[in-house]
C-alpha cells in the first residue's frame, strides 16, 4: 500500500471514538489502516476500554499511541462502566454525562499536543457525538473531521433533511419505515438527562467539522454514495467499509482456546445459526423468550450470543427446559464470544443480527445470508437495505411496538437456513456482497483518496 506519504512527511491524526465497541473497534482499524502507510496516530479513549481492545498488529504499533484519559464517576453508573456494554440501556444518559466530563481532559491533551515541538496534530477525528472535541479543535487550530459511522444511505436521508433546513430532531422517516421505528426515533431526540439530545450533539459536532467522512463506498451503496457530496455543506469522503483483517487480533480468544470455537468444530458444515444482537441494547425478557423458542421450533442448529435483559436471573433468562431440548444442536453463550472467529468457522451458515452496521458487514464479509432483528438506531433502514439486496429477511414484527413471536421467528430462520430455493438466492446475493468486501483495491483506494483529502485541505 502507497501514497504520497514516502515524498511528503507523515501526518499525525488524533482519533476520538465513541465509547462503544461498535465504534471503537472500526476505528482502531482505521488508525492501522493509517499507520500502514507511515502515519502517526493518538488513540484517544479511557483505561477500561483501550485494555480491552484487540492487540495491534506488531508492524504497527510503533505509530499508534494509546491516550487514556479516566472517565469521570456519575452518581448511578456501575462501578468501573466505562463502554456502552457495561451500562443497562436505562442508564445510557448517565454515560453519556460521564462521557461528557472528558471535554476538558481532551482539550488538555490536545493543547499540550499543539505546544510540543514537532508534535500537533494535522488533524482530529471525531465521533458524531463528540461536539467538544469538535470545539477543542476550533480552540486550539486543528482542522476537525466527523466520523459518521452508518450506511451511505443514511448519511443520505440526514443530508437531504439538512438541505431542506429541517432540524435534525424533525427529520422525516424514510418511507417504508415502521411506526415503531419512528416512534423510537421521537424518544432518542427528547432524552436529555445528559443535557443534549443524540441529535443536537451530532448537529453541534457537524457545525463545527471541517470534513465528514463515512463507512461506505460506492460498489456497496450505488444508489446513495454519488448522492453524498456534501453533509451541512460540508465536503463528505467515504472511507470505503474498512472490514476487518483476517491477520488482526479481532478473531482471536482471549484465553487461546475458546469454548465456542470447539463446539463449532464438532457441528456439520454451513449448519449453525449465529444468533448476535449487539452489544448495547439487549432484547426485553419476553423477547429473548420469543426468540429462544422460535430458535427451539425453527429445528436448526444454533449458537446464541446472549447478552442478558438487566433485572432477570440466569434461571429466568431462558424457558424453562429450553437447554435440554436443544442440547446437543443449540448452545446459548452469555460471556464474550470471538464473533470474527464464529463466522469465520466453516459450521456457520447463516447470521442472524440486529444489523448494527459493523456486524451487517462483518456477517458477510464471510458470505453469510441474513436473518434480521433491528433494535435502533441505523439498524431498521441498514436491515431493509439488506432485504432490498435479497441477501436474507427480516424477522417478521408488530407495527405498532415491533415486538415478535416464535412462529415470526421460526419462519424467518427456516427461510434463510432451511428452505432450498428461498436460501439459494440468499446465500448467492450475500456471495455477490462479500465478492465487495473482499475486494482489498477497492477499500485501500478509499483510503488513500481519504488520506489524499486530508493532506489537500485548505481552510
Keep these: 500500500m502507497d501514497d504520497s506519504s514516502i515524498a511528503t512527511p507523515p501526518l499525525h491524526v488524533v482519533i476520538c471514538p465513541w465509547l462503544a465497541f461498535g465504534h471503537l473497534l472500526p476505528c482502531l482499524d482505521l488508525a492501522e489502516r493509517l499507520a500502514s502507510r507511515g502515519h502517526r496516530v ?31 464517576h456519575v452518581e448511578g453508573m456501575p462501578e468501573g462502566a466505562e463502554s456502552t456494554n457495561d451500562v443497562p440501556y436505562e442508564k445510557f444518559e448517565l454515560h453519556r454525562k460521564a462521557f461528557d466530563g472528558l471535554a476538558a481532559p481532551v482539550s488538555e491533551f490536545l493543547g499540550a499536543a499543539c505546544a510540543e515541538v514537532g508534535k500537533k496534530p494535522d ?18 487550530k486543528v482542522p476537525c473531521a466527523m466520523l459518521v459511522l452508518v450506511a451511505a444511505s443514511m448519511t443520505a436521508i440526514w443530508a437531504a433533511n439538512l438541505s431542506k433546513q429541517a432540524a435534525s430532531s424533525e427529520a422525516q422517516p424514510a418511507a417504508g419505515t415502521p411506526r415503531f421505528e419512528v416512534e423510537r426515533r421521537k424518544l432518542s431526540t427528547t432524552l436529555r438527562t445528559s443535557g443534549m439530545s443524540i441529535a443536537e450533539r451530532a448537529s453541534l459536532t457537524l457545525h463545527r467539522s471541517n470534513l465528514v467522512l463515512f463507512r461506505s463506498c460506492v460498489e456497496w451503496e450505488p444508489e446513495s454514495v454519488p448522492l453524498l457530496t456534501t453533509l451541512g455543506g460540508k465536503p463528505i469522503v467515504p472511507l470505503g467499509l474498512m472490514p476487518p483483517s483476517p491477520e488482526g487480533g479481532r478473531g482471536i480468544s482471549k484465553d487461546g482456546e475458546d469454548a465456542t470455537l ?71 453463550v ?34 453469510h445470508p441474513l436473518i434480521m432483528l433491528p433494535i435502533f438506531g441505523d439498524q431498521g433502514p441498514n436491515a431493509r437495505l439488506m432485504e432490498r439486496r435479497q441477501v436474507g429477511v427480516q424477522v417478521r414484527r408488530i407495527e405498532n411496538d415491533g415486538s415478535f413471536d416464535r412462529d415470526g421467528v421460526a419462519t424467518a430462520v427456516r427461510a434463510v437456513a432451511l428452505e432450498e430455493e428461498s436460501r439459494r438466492i440468499f446465500v448467492a446475493n450475500a456471495k455477490k456482497m462479500q465478492e465487495i468486501l473482499a475486494d482489498s483495491k477497492v477499500h485501500e483506494r478509499c483510503i488513500d483518496g481519504f488520506i489524499q483529502r486530508l493532506r489537500s485541505y485548505k481552510e
Design 334 to 367: 452469555t460471556g464474550w464470544v470471538p464473533q470474527i472467529s464464529v463466522l469465520a468457522h466453516d459450521a456457520v451458515g447463516v447470521f442472524l443480527t440486529h444489523c448494527g452496521w459493523n456486524s451487517t458487514i462483518e456477517g458477510l464479509l464471510f458470505g
Design 262 to 332: 470447539i463446539w463449532l468444530d464438532a457441528q456439520p458444515a454451513k449448519s449453525v445459526v449465529y444468533v448476535a444482537l449487539g452489544t448495547e441494547v439487549p432484547l426485553q425478557a419476553e423477547q429473548v423468550l420469543e426468540l429462544a423458542l422460535g430458535l427451539e421450533l425453527a429445528g436448526t442448529r444454533f449458537l446464541w450470543a446472549l447478552r442478558k435483559p438487566s433485572g432477570v436471573t440466569d434461571a429466568d433468562v431462558l424457558p424453562s427446559g429450553f437447554e435440554e431440548r436443544t442440547h446437543g444442536r443449540g448452545l446459548v
Design 42 to 72: 493518538s488513540f484517544v479513549s479511557t483505561p477500561r476500554n483501550i485494555a480491552r481492545l484487540p492487540p495491534v498488529r506488531p508492524a504497527f504499533a510503533p505509530l499508534i499511541d494509546f491516550v487514556a484519559l479516566p472517565l469521570p
Design 123 to 140: 488533524w482530529i477525528i471525531v465521533d458524531s457525538f463528540h461536539h467538544w472535541a469538535a470545539a477543542a479543535a476550533v480552540e486550539h
